[in-house]
């Protein structure tokens, strides 16, 4: 969906995916397309397809991820998605981080903090869940150290995950009005 927000957490701005992010988003995802659900390779009219979706979509908000001390460079994306108002609990992950244009560790995992904050802080989500590959040994530790915890067996070949406010293990870097530093 088209939004405004921005938010920082850590040493990560998570800030609105714009149409001139869509081609780098496309060729990361399709790097690292072996930890998707979805593994097939992605084309650019698919991706612009995908991206005029997207906006139309108001259960959709997607990121996209730089760090704070270089914030015009593109260096992945992260998403909160099927969010339902009404029960409070959302969907996140699509989660791609771009190891090649900064080495430095726990980018993925301050982007993953930070769009739970966002979730519970700004949209009053009271429940996260994701799916996430069992093959994909990398995003379930950073997830797990987010406060993650799984939930159950997909049977597919992934897990069930999931964070609630309460099991949140994020407040180690808030202050007392809720914002990451």
Known sequence: MRHSHRYEYG?????????????????????????????????????????????????????????????????????VYNIDYGSRVAEVGRTVVDKEKNAEAGIGLDATKGICLFSFTVLGIEKIVATILKSNERILKTDTRAGFYISGDGGDNSYAIEMTRTSLNLFDRLDIRGNGR
């Open 11 to 79: 040493r990560v701005i998570l800030s609105p995916l714009e149409e001139k992010d869509i081609e780098e988003l496309r060729q990361l995802r399709n790097r690292q397309k072996e930890y998707f659900l979805t593994k097939g390779e992605i084309g650019e009219e698919a991706q612009k397809k995908w991206y005029k979706l997207y906006l139309e979509n108001d259960s959709d908000i997607m990121f996209r991820i730089s760090h704070r001390d270089k914030p015009d460079i593109f260096l992945g994306a992260i998403a």
